[in-house]
């Protein structure tokens, strides 16, 4: 079992900047291939980024390619969305997931509770 917790969302204007953290505990998480999802009102989940257990291999969603970086700190058992130059089609509950392997698409069996990101035109 891995509980993960997200942190890091708010309200932000365009062009702004925000990190978005998620705490894992429970299972070993420096095994887990760790990504973010998003769900806007009325849209379907989607896959944003996605990083593997020892950071060798990340994967983005097109439209944030550029704009956003995912990393994770194994010692902190933590994974980060760093995320620039926010547009407001980025507004959406995002989401952490914990996958036990890279697969594509990206298919966690464990989620956190969601943060917040709205941006502002």
């Known amino acids: 079992q891995v509980q993960l917790v997200e942190s890091g969302g708010g309200l932000v204007q365009a062009g702004d900047s925000l990190r978005l953290s998620c705490i894992a505990s429970?299972?070993?998480?420096?095994?887990?291939?760790m990504g973010w999802f998003r769900q806007a009102p009325g849209k379907v989940r989607e896959f944003v980024a996605a990083i593997s257990w020892n950071s060798d291999r990340t994967d983005y969603l097109d439209s944030v390619k550029g704009r956003f970086t995912i990393s994770r700190d194994n010692a902190k058992n933590t994974v980060y969305l760093q995320m620039y130059s926010l547009k407001p089609e980025d507004t959406a509950v995002y989401y952490c997931?914990?996958?036990?392997?890279?697969?594509?698409?990206?298919?966690?069996?464990?989620w956190g509770q969601g943060t917040q990101v709205t941006v502002s035109s």
């Open positions: 997931g914990a996958a036990e392997a890279f697969t594509t698409p990206l298919e966690p069996s464990y």
């Open positions: 429970g299972r070993t998480f420096n095994s887990n291939t």
